[in-house]
């Protein structure tokens, strides 16, 4: 079955510093894949997707590149603020399928 | 422009209670879903419905009942709380059901059994 894998948390980090958040997949044929955000108190939201193998979706100033051959979508943000402190969901729809699958989140806390 | 609308958004009930948690969404997606959400487990599927009409079990599905009341509200009932469902509790839509598209979340009810 399929199945996410994200690093464990929290990952604290200053302001400005460099963010990744490492995630890897198991899917049957070709999934897309979401990186979602929630922050304190809310639901979660989308923060970027990938359709399909090197595609890289970006928002916000955050990235991730669908990788097929080492089956990864790791987070990536060149300078962290404090208002990025919150926790990621890495996600994959796989097609045909209506139950998605969640890794089970990384909290992020970013000091001033 | 409401999205996924749920309410309530705090409770607390006690042991044996029931109640009913509210879904709505104005998006005219046709898939919508009830996650429950507790620390250090991520999010777990409770029930989930494809279309309307259909509703079929999650991965954690006993103690709780669904409903499809047309194509905008989905409902999740517990009929006898019991501490173990203290939780907070999501719900989601999506325009097809295979997730190639985002979903979209309510801000979530925060459900204490004592």
């Known amino acids: 079955g399929n199945s996410v894998t994200q690093m464990e948390g929290p990952v604290t980090l200053s302001e400005e510093a460099f963010l990744t958040i490492n995630c890897t997949y198991t899917a049957t044929g070709y999934p897309s894949l979401f990186w979602y955000v929630q922050y304190p108190g809310e639901g979660l939201q989308l923060l970027l997707k990938a359709t399909k193998a090197d595609d890289k979706g970006s928002n916000k100033g955050f990235e991730a590149t669908y990788r097929k051959e080492t089956t990864s979508f790791h987070l990536e943000k060149g300078s962290v603020q404090v208002s990025d402190s919150a926790v990621y969901f890495c996600?994959?729809?796989?097609?045909?399928?209506?139950?998605?699958?969640f890794g089970r989140g990384t909290s992020l806390i970013v000091h001033p | 422009n409401a999205g996924v609308t749920q309410t309530p958004k705090f409770q607390v009930l006690k042991t044996g209670q029931s109640m009913t948690l509210q879904c709505a969404q104005d998006m005219n997606h046709n898939s919508m879903y009830w996650y429950r959400q507790d620390p250090g487990m991520g999010l777990r599927l409770i029930y989930y419905s494809a279309s309307e009409g259909t509703t079929d079990k999650g991965e954690v599905p006993n103690g709780y009942n669904v409903s499809r009341l047309n194509k905008r509200e989905f409902s999740l009932r517990l009929e006898s709380a019991a501490p173990s469902q203290t939780s907070v509790y999501f719900c989601?839509?999506?325009?097809?059901?295979?997730?190639?598209?985002?979903?979209?979340f309510g801000q979530g009810t925060r459900l204490t059994v004592v």
């Open positions: 989601a839509s999506s325009k097809t059901g295979d997730w190639s598209t985002e979903a979209f």
């Open positions: 996600a994959l729809g796989s097609g045909g399928s209506y139950i998605p699958t």
